[in-house]
């Protein structure tokens, strides 16, 4: 890709639902100049997003240079990769499910990032999530600030929506973070969920906030259910763009991501949806919060989860 200006590059490995999307956010916000990559076979696919969001550039005032690609050499310099690439889920598929075709296919991303951006900051959203970070981290050997999941800034998104919904106020001033691994066991921690600095318990019923809580952890798998074809990719999109964003501006965002742990919470040489600063550092700090009676419980069984996708991931590399 030919630049005239000196922007940030960001590469986005498959041109599906989600990288489409991405490219069309991250050309937005002007955050660098995009290459949408995909397979040989997916060539035209990634060719005509790209073109179809350049042409939109002169009405949405971006000067972003998008190039679709099915070329590893041209993802080389990237200061920022996003991982999509995978297969989706279908109805009644676990992310679970999804292991070993997407382990192979993380394995011939990681190689060729490693190889034509080695220096990148990279961000992971393929399923199973926790599992796919931690190989790709494997893989490469990048350092463990360079390599984050996308999975607790979503998962914290759908629950301040639900909390904003039910009560009809603005889901600006919903504060709440999900911890844990990206799965039905994830970790919706309710005495870290405030409305306008209000602790949520004191505006909301027991039983609205347990069903809130439920629709959470399942919310991917609702929007699974209406698609019937694909898994949800505006809003995994646009919380990838807000990591990248944060790392190409420096914003320093407090933001629940999956993150390597070494000790905290417990956890050893894991990548788990922890509070974590985002800067131009990479992953700056987890934040380790105290957690109590269920919380603690539930984020040591989901971190248990993640061990055993591991421990199936290790196998398979």
């Known amino acids: 890709m030919t630049r005239t200006f000196n922007r940030p590059k ?15 956010m991250a050309a937005e916000k002007q955050l660098g100049d995009v290459v949408l990559f995909d397979i040989p076979d997916l060539e ?14 002169a009405v949405h005032n971006f000067d972003a240079k998008i190039l679709g690609t099915s ?3 041209d993802i ?12 989706p889920r279908k109805p009644g598929m676990s992310r679970d499910d999804l292991l070993d075709v997407n382990v192979n296919i993380m394995k011939d991303v990681a190689a060729n990032v490693k190889k034509h951006a080695p220096d990148a900051f990279a961000i992971v959203i393929s399923n199973p999530l926790d599992a796919m970070v931690y190989a790709f981290a494997k893989i490469t050997g990048f350092a463990k600030n360079r390599v984050v999941g996308m999975a607790g ?10 909390v904003a919904d039910k009560l009809g106020v603005s889901v600006e001033d919903v504060t709440a973070f999900v911890l844990g691994g990206h799965g039905d066991d994830m970790v919706p921690v309710v005495p870290l969920c405030s ?13 609205d906030i347990a069903a809130i809580v439920d629709r959470t952890r399942k919310a991917g798998g609702e929007i699974v259910a209406l698609l019937k074809n694909g898994s949800a990719y505006y809003s995994p999109a646009a919380c990838s763009i807000a990591m990248a964003e944060s790392y190409l501006r420096d914003k320093k965002r407090v933001l629940p991501c999956a993150a390597r742990c070494d000790g905290e919470y417990g956890f050893k040489g894991l990548f788990v949806g922890v509070p974590a600063i985002i800067g131009k550092g990479g992953v700056e ?6 957690l109590e009676g269920e919380d603690k419980k539930a984020l040591e069984v989901s971190g248990s989860h993640v061990q055993e996708l591991v421990n199936e991931v290790n196998k398979r590399l």
């Open 285 to 290: 700090k987890v934040l380790e919060v105290t």
């Open 153 to 162: 800034v979503l998962d914290s998104s759908r629950f301040r929506f639900f």
């Open 76 to 87: 080389a310099g990237a200061d920022v990769i996003i991982v999509t690439a995978g297969r």
């Open 10 to 24: 960001i590469a986005l490995i498959g041109a599906g639902q989600i990288g489409g999307n991405l490219a069309l």
């Open 195 to 207: 409305v306008g600095g209000i602790p949520l318990s004191q505006v909301m019923k027991k039983e």
């Open 44 to 57: 035209g696919l990634a060719k005509g997003k790209a073109l179809d969001i350049s042409q939109m550039a």
């Open 71 to 73: 070329k590893w050499e």
